[in-house]
């Protein structure tokens, strides 16, 4: 089992502290090539998806991600990540990814007083810690996705198909349950 973690900005180092407590091995994902490494599922994490939407055009990776992620390739995004899986962005004129039957809203909480902390359900796994930062909530969902957690009212994961996606930073909790559901639930298959 080994899963591959886009580092080209944001917390990446975080999601690979978590797969380490599940005695899971990572790598970094920096380029093109890194891309072709064998690997059961992929992280894209937290940060800033406008800034990793660009580094990945211009560092040509966009497309085989993409292919990648839409061949079966198990894909968990969050933040910024959901936000890079997201088929619609409000008030942005194209996707990134864009495979996930999702519409998400970006820091939909507001700006400065946008992070925070709650504990909520997560379908099958139960009540966990979430940390939100500038989050996004998804607003709309279609296709074949299953919503697995709600804050408020608003949708803060869901999967479909090979795709998870938070809205929150599971990985900046104390619990590694949302990383362990991943690797069971869609890499181990
Ligand atoms: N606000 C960021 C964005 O729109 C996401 C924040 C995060 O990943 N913590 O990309």
Redesign the pocket.
């Known amino acids: 089992m080994k899963i591959g973690v886009l580092a080209l900005q944001?917390a990446f180092i975080e999601h690979r502290r978590k797969l380490e407590e599940l005695k899971i091995d990572s790598f970094e994902i920096r380029n093109k090539k890194d891309l072709n490494q064998d690997m059961n599922g992929i992280i894209l994490p937290?940060?800033?998806?406008?800034t990793m939407g660009k580094l990945l055009r211009e560092l040509y990776m966009l497309e085989s991600l993409k292919s990648k992620i839409k061949e079966g390739l198990p894909a968990f995004g969050t933040?910024?990540g959901l936000?890079l899986l997201a088929k619609d962005i409000a008030e942005n004129p194209e996707p990134h990814i864009g495979l996930m039957n999702i519409s998400v809203k970006?820091?939909a909480y507001g700006r400065q007083l946008g992070s925070f902390f709650t504990e909520a359900e997560f379908k099958g796994i139960g009540k966990i810690p979430m940390t939100f930062?500038?989050?996004?909530y998804i607003v709309k969902v279609d296709g074949q996705v299953t919503v697995l957690s709600e804050v408020e009212g608003h949708i803060v994961a869901a999967e479909e198909k090979n795709m998870l996606v938070s809205s929150y930073?599971p990985e900046l909790t104390s619990s590694n349950k949302v990383h362990q559901y991943f690797i069971e639930k869609f890499c181990e298959k």
């Open positions: 944001g937290g940060g800033e998806s406008t933040c910024a936000i970006r820091n930062i500038r989050a996004p930073h």
